[in-house]
């Protein structure tokens, strides 16, 4: 299956999850998120939040801190997750570990981005991931 990213709306299909354990940062996303037309499904703080609901809210997408507070960080929730649903991922750290970003671009779809982001850099990571998973077909400008 793929969407044209260009016919308008079709991002409200793709459901997003977003796992971050810092207020301002998940708000700051939500509303990038919800503006640019994406259906954010919820937010957690936590990987033990983000694995009790998972299942019942089948995201597409899910963005995902790589430095979670709580028992789980951002990558064993992902291993959890990814083991009971097909989803994609977008990990997002302050954090320039090499062996996270190797981790996780060797296991594609998933790709990684750095804070601070700016919004186009949110955008790219997710279209990459996108059409990395040949979910999406994306149309130039």
Known sequence: MSYNLCFP???????????????IV????????????YKVL???MSGEEAC????????????????????MDGIETAKVIQAYLDVLFVFITAY???????WSNNRKPYTVIRTPFD???LYKAIEV???????????PD
């Open 119 to 121: 919004e186009q850099e």
């Open 26 to 37: 998940t708000l700051d996303l939500q509303n990038r998120l919800e503006t640019r037309g």
């Open 52 to 71: 009790e609901k998972v299942l019942e809210l089948q995201p597409d997408l899910v963005l995902m801190d790589i430095q979670l507070g709580g028992d």
């Open 129 to 139: 991931v996108l059409k990395t998973a040949s979910v999406v077909e994306v149309k």
């Open 42 to 44: 919820d937010t957690f």
């Open 9 to 23: 709306g079709i991002l409200a299909f793709l459901k997003v999850l977003i796992v971050e354990d810092e207020v």
């Open 96 to 102: 320039a570990d090499k062996n996270v970003i190797e």
